[in-house]
């Protein structure tokens, strides 16, 4: 039998070894030059003003949550598919999150339902590049300026994606981005916030901080923050990887395009790209036909050695937002209850060849209504 192939494995090199090793032989472990280093490639490689660091995409939706002042009585505007940290950070400010369903084809959130659901307590929209495709972007900034909310996109899968040639990270007034190991670059765990907005940025950089600032060379606690920061060796792995981010980014668009090629199931549905914009294959997802049963597929693939799994939740049904808000979401997000029974995320990694490619394409050209 051959090698099992996960659906995800992190492709770490003597390089990146070679940095971390560098750093812990420093001794300098917590946050330092190495996460500066960081900031300053993403901030100069996306065209932002500023990056921002911290230790998880979570940590960085939670942290620009707040430093927007957004809390009890407020609304933000959400897809109901997406994973569910994006609800969670919502939830955890004690804001309120909206859910709007997503536009099956690109698995983003359906902008002309948005506007819909805006009321005086809405603070902000929170769109989400899901698998690594940007959302209508375009739209959502409209709908934004009209009726002056902010953007805050969750841009955890979305590192090096573009939407009318800007990179995901440089369009609202926050971006947070994840570097869990099944996004494209990882150090374990880890995040980072984009901005163009100083006060924004100086907020955001005290509270991952234990809100301290400098004032005329005097550590001072100016706000109760958290410690949200990252450490500098993970920080070194990080900047090992992002040295090849081109090289990374082009090869999964390579892979996918194989599998674009490859994949001709008529009970299989491969993603679309919209024109105007570049996907950062941070996941490839198929829909499956409703003839196909989701979970005897991946069972099915996992008897044949390929890892594979449900792409996002349709965050609406899970436990504890089912318990608290109860709403009917096939009738209010059909596309998004669609996405979670029937979506099947697929390997994508950088260690895989066409071969592997070629082996996962044809186990799914033989699936046959199950
Ligand atoms: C991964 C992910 C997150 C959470 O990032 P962590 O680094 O795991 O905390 C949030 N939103 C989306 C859309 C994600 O894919």
Not at 33 to 43: G, R
Not at 122 to 146: R, S, W, Y
Not at 187 to 203: F, R
Not at 216 to 226: C, I, L, Q, T
Request: with cysteine.
């Amino acid at each position: 039998m051959k090698d099992f192939i996960p659906l995800m494995s992190p492709d770490i090199r003597s390089s990146d070894i070679k940095s971390v090793n560098k750093v812990l032989k420093s001794g300098m472990l917590v946050q330092g030059k190495e996460v500066v280093c960081l900031e300053n490639s993403i901030s100069k490689y996306l065209n932002v003003k500023h990056s921002i660091a911290v230790s998880s995409g979570t940590a960085a939706l939670h942290l620009a949550l707040i430093t927007l002042g957004i809390g009890k009585g407020d609304e933000v505007i959400v897809p109901a598919f997406s994973y569910i940290a994006t609800a969670n950070v919502v939830e955890i400010v004690g804001a309120k999150p909206v859910f709007v369903d997503i536009d099956i084809e690109t698995f983003t959130i359906e902008t002309s339902l948005i506007e819909k659901v805006i009321t005086p307590k809405t603070k902000a929209i929170m769109p989400v590049h899901e698998f690594g495709l940007t959302a209508n972007m375009q739209k959502i900034k409209e709908i934004a300026d009209k009726n002056s909310l902010y953007i805050i996109e969750d841009a955890a899968c979305a590192l090096g994606a573009k939407d009318n040639n800007v990179f995901a990270g440089a369009i609202g007034e926050i971006a947070c981005f994840s570097f869990h190991p099944r996004k494209t670059i990882t150090c374990g765990e880890g995040g980072l916030i984009t901005t163009n907005n100083d006060s924004i940025a100086k907020k955001l950089k005290q509270l991952r901080n234990h809100g301290i600032e400098f004032i005329n060379d005097k550590m001072e606690f100016v706000v109760p923050g958290f410690n949200y920061r990252m450490t500098d060796f993970q920080a070194s792995i990080l900047n090992s990887m992002f040295e090849r981010f081109d090289d990374i980014i082009s090869f999964k668009a390579y892979l996918s395009g194989l599998y674009n090629e490859k994949i001709n199931n008529p009970l299989v549905k491969r993603p679309t790209v919209p024109k105007n914009k570049i996907h950062s294959w941070q996941t490839y997802h198929l829909l499956l036909n409703d003839k196909l049963h989701q979970k005897k597929i991946i069972d099915l693939l996992n008897r044949k050695g390929i890892g594979s799994n449900y792409g996002a939740q349709c965050i609406p049904e899970q436990y504890y937002y089912k318990k608290k808000y109860n709403l009917d979401v096939n009738y209010l997000f059909p596309n998004a209850t669609k996405a979670y029974n029937f979506g099947l995320a697929i390997p994508l990694f950088e260690k895989l060849n066409e071969e592997n490619i070629d082996y996962i394409s044809n186990t799914i050209n033989n699936f046959i209504k199950i």
